[in-house]
C-alpha cells in the first residue's frame, strides 16, 4: 500500500529540494516503504483510515533511502583505500543490506515514535479479565 504520493512527495516532503526520485519510479518506491511500514507497524498502519502527515513524511524518507541504495554500485561501498601499492577495500552488498534495514528501522522510529503504530497491543487491547 502507498501512503504518500509523487504530488505529496515533491510538494511538501521535499519543500523546494531537488526530487532524488522520479515521477515514473515514485510508486515503485512508495509502494516498497508501505511494506516496510507494515512490518514495522505489526499490520496496525493498515487499519488507518486517515493517513497522518507523519506516515506519509515517513513513507517519502524509507522511499528515498530506498532510491539511495539501489542507485548506489558495489564501488560505492569502499570502506578504505590506500594509495601507496594501491589497494581498496568495499563493503559487501549484505552489509549494506543490513545498513538499508537498520537506517529504515531508525527511520520508522523517528516518523511514528509517537502515534500508537508502533505498539504490539492488537487494535481494542486485551480483552481477558485476570
Same mark, same amino acid.
Do not use: P
Given at each position: 500500500?502507498?501512503?504518500?504520493?509523487? #504530488?505529496? =512527495?515533491?510538494?511538501?516532503y521535499l519543500?523546494?529540494?531537488?526530487?532524488?526520485? #522520479? !515521477?515514473?519510479?515514485?510508486?515503485? =518506491?512508495?509502494?516498497? !516503504? *508501505?511494506?516496510?511500514?507494515?512490518?514495522?507497524?505489526?499490520?496496525?498502519?493498515?487499519? %488507518?483510515?486517515?493517513? #497522518?502527515?507523519?506516515?506519509?513524511?515517513?513513507?517519502?524518507?524509507?522511499?528515498?533511502?530506498?532510491?539511495?541504495?539501489?542507485?548506489?554500485?558495489?564501488?560505492? *561501498?569502499?570502506?578504505?583505500?590506500? %594509495?601507496?601499492? =594501491?589497494? %581498496?577495500?568495499?563493503?559487501?552488498?549484505?552489509?549494506q543490506k543490513? !545498513?538499508?534495514?537498520?537506517?529504515?528501522?531508525?527511520?520508522?522510529?523517528? =516518523?511514528?515514535?509517537?502515534?500508537?503504530?508502533?505498539?504490539? %497491543?492488537? #487494535? &481494542? &487491547?486485551?480483552?481477558?479479565?485476570?
Amino acid at each position: 500500500m502507498r501512503y504518500a504520493d509523487y #504530488s505529496y =512527495y515533491t510538494d511538501n516532503y521535499l519543500s523546494g529540494r531537488t526530487a532524488l526520485i #522520479s !515521477a515514473s519510479d515514485f510508486d515503485y =518506491y512508495a509502494e516498497q !516503504a *508501505g511494506i516496510w511500514l507494515s512490518h514495522y507497524t505489526y499490520g496496525n498502519i493498515e487499519n %488507518v483510515k486517515d493517513i #497522518s502527515d507523519k506516515v506519509k513524511q515517513c513513507t517519502c524518507a524509507i522511499a528515498e533511502k530506498m532510491c539511495r541504495y539501489d542507485k548506489t554500485t558495489e564501488t560505492q *561501498g569502499i570502506t578504505s583505500e590506500k %594509495v601507496g601499492d =594501491y589497494s %581498496v577495500s568495499y563493503e559487501s552488498r549484505a552489509t549494506q543490506k543490513e !545498513a538499508l534495514k537498520t537506517d529504515i528501522k531508525e527511520l520508522v522510529n523517528m =516518523y511514528l515514535s509517537n502515534t500508537g503504530l508502533l505498539s504490539r %497491543v492488537m #487494535s &481494542g &487491547g486485551c480483552t481477558h479479565e485476570i
